[in-house]
């Protein structure tokens, strides 16, 4: 009989030691699993943040077994190296953060036994990640668990492995569905006892291997969020040792025309991207944050998830399971190519994929994430991309490979030949460029590329909630703003239905070491709800209405945006109802007809209550009007921004600086005025001019960008600008 029993309690924890010895008689301080000791210094931006050695130490005594029995010690998620002390002896070292490891500690048991772990979280060049934009959490910050099995028993020792396998392939057209479920022994047993839908079948162990053949008619489909119907597959040895695990039958397809299909039918991949981590325990999550993660998620009406950027708790991937969720799984290979990381590379993926095989949910797996952005595309690179991908397929032949592709990576790399399905990361209204830009970049990339499956798996817009303005802009830290950029990007993916999954970046804030902006140290600021899960932004209600078709609501956006100084006022309401009615203080203004999106203008004078209905739903904000900007909405202090060159006459048929870099400079007069502005800026820049000589993919983005743009994000001032305009409109197109 199998006997799992945590060992979260009692354990010391010690910042600074030596050796094991040493740690093991420190003071240290008292604490419970989950633990890691980057929940407040990882997530507030000073420069106490602590990456380096810690320790764990607990002591325990000898547990209740038979004297044939095999005792294991589990570790669910150590980050990131770990090296375990047992009894005074080195017993394991493991590298990766975010995987399951196990520890047979049989032999070397006593009556009383002493487990020290030593935890790095320091810089190196073997251990992915090492560069990235979230924070690296240091600790045992997921279950340890104590295992006691009979002397044979279902395998425990290779990468994690749960021992048993289930591989299901649907026949939609006979709704069948044949179902090859796998099983590792460890010892000798004549047989295994495999029951699935409640039919057992015995088959013979050969080499520590043993697999049974299933048919299932009539089966029933884990069907997305409509029906997330799971089976359960168990496998029995006469030791007495049992496990099982739960599966889902179903069938999907990416057309690269048509997008996702699941069970025969197009199924919209439409959601978001989520770290693990909460404000104040950094990533030591209970079940409870995760349950409470999930709410959220259903709430709004999200059909996938891209779980970033690195194997995820079990416990989620399960909710996953049983929620409906399609999940893109990957590995943390991020940022930034690091030529003495391959094996470790290959370990992780390893792992997550033996770990993770028998989810449904799970449909594809993440080589890497902007791997060039820090890194050139070279042959060192390639291979290790090549090995991942070819290990991905050796261990699975049912899910696809795929990549988060950095948006300066060039659309004919050679990189991009590697993955099954590719994904592009672009933020252009936002890091730079205009909003359009996402749009062009798509269809030129589909025009191009007609046969190659492309999605979306970053965009985004930080926001501060308590940032707030009339004329939202980019990069201000409005709420406002973060409204509007999403509105965009919700109607560009609409209109791209074959766009395979588009992910938001992100769902909730979280934390990275390395920020100080939009008013907050130590956190993106990207999510659609805030790190404490306490506050939904405005942007978390335009997708809801867009995607949440069950449950009616209307939102009335700008509820932190109380004082107004504008004598018209617009107000905004995202609803999944048809007609949204407004109200102000009391009386009827307007009704609208539409969808997601309705935009009211309202006088206002004093204190006014407005409210929205739509059904039998309502939402209600208070506004007032008021003689200045309220400049606790500001991020930054500055003058108002003076559209001048909209308020001058131009001439059409002449250049100007809204036109696009790469029209101005296909005109050799013009073209030859931005070439020595170019130059000039060179001579004062050196490093930036060289990364866009070097960086043809930048070239091509910054062509797509009007100049007045390309001016205002590198600083230009108003006078310089105005006369590089007057210069132009001498020019004719």
Partial sequence: MRKLSTMNENWKFVKTAVD???????????????????????QDGGNDYHRGTCWYVKEFTKPDKKDSDRVYIEFLGAAMTADVYFNGENVCHHEGGYSTFRIDITEKLQDNNLL???????????????????????????????????????ALDYCGTPGIKVTPVVNLDAKIATVTVEAWVTGSAPAVDFTVNGETITTP????????????????????????????????????????????????KIDPQKGFFLNGRSYLLRGVSRHQDFKGVGNALTLEHHKKDMEIIKELGATTLRLAHYQHAQEFYDLCDENGLIVWAEIPYITMHMKDGHANT????EELIVQNYNHPSIICWGLSNEITAASPVNEDLLENHHLLNDLCHKLDATRPTTMANVFMLEIDSPILEIPDINSYNLYFGWYLGDLEQNDEFFDEYHEKYPDRAIGFSEYGADANPKYQSTTPEKGDYTETYQAVYHEH??????????????????????????????????????????????????????????????????????SRYVDRAEDVTEVKVYSNQPAVTLFVDGKEAETKE????????????????????????????SIRKVAEPNDDYIFVKRAPVTNWFDADEL?????????????????????????QMMA?????RGDVADAVKDNPALQRMMGRMTLVSLLKQGGADEESIKQLNRILQGIKK
């Avoid at 048929?653 to 400079?665: G, H, M, R, T």
Wanted: glycine fraction near 8%.
């Fill in 205 to 252: 162990v050969e080499h520590e291997h043993a697999m049974a053949v299933f048919t299932i008619e009539n089966v029933h489909l884990w069907d997305g969020v409509e029906d997330p119907y799971l089976y359960t597959a168990q496998a029995a040895l006469e030791s007495g040792d049992k496990i099982s695990t739960r599966f889902g039958c179903r069938e999907f």
């Fill in 20 to 42: 094991a010895v040493s740690a093991a008689a420190a003071e240290g301080e008292a604490v419970s699993l989950p633990h890691t000791w980057n929940a407040i210094d990882g």
């Fill in 116 to 154: 020290v772990v030593s935890l790095d979280n320091a810089d190196n060049t073997t251990v992915y990640p090492q560069k990235a934009d979230f924070t690296f959490y240091g600790g045992l910050y997921r279950n340890v668990n104590m295992i006691i099995v009979p002397e044979t028993h279902f």
């Fill in 680 to 684: 000039k800026g060179a001579s004062e």
């Fill in 594 to 621: 539409g969808r997601i999106v309705f935009t009211f203008s309202i006088p206002i004078a004093g204190e006014h209550k407005v409210e929205a209905k739509a059904g039998d739903c309502t939402d209600t904000i």
């Fill in 489 to 558: 990007m919700l109607k560009m993916i609409e209109e791209r239905p074959w766009l395979w999954a588009t992910h938001v970046w992100n769902l909730f804030d979280f934390a990275a070491d390395g920020r100080d902006e939009g008013g907050k140290h130590g956190e993106n600021q990207k999510g659609l709800v805030t790190i404490d899960r306490k506050t939904k932004k405005d942007a978390f209600y335009l997708y809801k209405a867009a995607w949440n078709k069950k449950d009616a609501f209307v939102h009335l956006c700008g």
């Fill in 346 to 349: 290959l370990s992780q993926m």
């Fill in 651 to 675: 001439d059409p048929e002449c250049f100007s600086i809204n036109d696009k870099l790469a029209d101005i400079k296909a005109n050799p007069q013009a073209g030859a005025i931005i070439d």
